[in-house]
């Protein structure tokens, strides 16, 4: 019962914004099914090693993701627009290329209790405040 009250709470937190105004529902969907399709083992939490194999299948041809190969795989019904928005904010040193240097900044960003783990909540605002900033 207090895990159905917990997961309640984090969903409806999850539906306002940083200025109080609620979020498109679609958008509270999408980063609940990015956060499930990263959370590989399926315990909730996503780690740095769950966050490289989520990005292994974009890097064709093995010498970083490209902002090609991220539009090629980024399947969360974005625009062409925002998904390369969605790179640009993940490309944390500018260079046009995704690497594990830019996978573990975002690591570091989104783990704000540093317990070495992403939980729903820490992804949630990260998302909505790296990524997905241009949506309010």
Do not use: C
């Not at 109080?20 to 999408?30: D, F, N």
């Not at 315990?43 to 990005?55: A, G, M, R, V």
């Amino acid at each position: 019962m207090i895990a159905v009250f917990a997961l309640i709470s984090v969903v409806g937190a999850a539906s306002i914004n940083q200025h109080g105004q609620p979020v498109p529902m679609e958008l509270v969907t999408k980063i609940g099914q990015i956060f499930h399709d990263m959370d590989v083992n399926g315990d909730f939490f996503i780690s740095k090693d769950e966050i490289s194999l989520f990005f292994t299948g974009y890097d064709q041809d093995m010498n970083g993701i490209d902002l090609s190969e991220f539009k090629q795989s980024w399947d969360y019904k974005d625009t062409d627009s925002q998904k390369e928005h969605n790179f640009n904010q993940m490309d944390k040193n500018a260079d046009g290329v995704l690497t594990d240097y830019d996978l573990a900044l975002i690591f570091l960003t989104a783990d704000t209790n540093q317990d070495g783990v992403i939980d729903f909540n820490e992804f949630d605002i990260f998302m909505r405040a790296s990524v997905y900033n241009n949506i309010s």
